[in-house]
């Protein structure tokens, strides 16, 4: 079961630790009826705390016309937890 409590900033690894500007990271999404979209783009900005990527392909195709984000600035749990519907962001290592 999934706990709801908020992580303190200090329970994660640095994220300068976990990416660099520039890296490639990938996050999958999945749908109200269960069907997983894969995102993939690069990271723009890091702080302590967020880290700001730029999402150019989905589902393998390059800025699609059905892609409905582009920027995104994820906060630390959502980076190393995923959320309801996101899993976690991971360097994309093709």
Do not use: Q
């Given at each position: ?11 994660y ?82």
């Amino acid at each position: 079961m999934k706990s709801n409590k908020k992580r303190n900033v200090d329970d994660y690894p640095s994220l300068y630790d976990a990416f660099n500007l520039g890296d490639r990271v990938k996050r999958t999404y999945t749908d109200e009826k269960g069907n997983p979209l894969e995102y993939r783009g690069v990271v723009l900005a890091i702080d302590n705390e967020r880290m700001e990527i730029y999402w150019d392909t989905k589902d393998g195709k390059y800025r699609p016309g059905d892609m409905n984000i582009a920027f995104t600035t994820c906060p630390l749990n959502e980076i190393f937890n995923g959320d309801e519907h996101y899993t976690p962001i991971k360097k994309d290592e093709y």
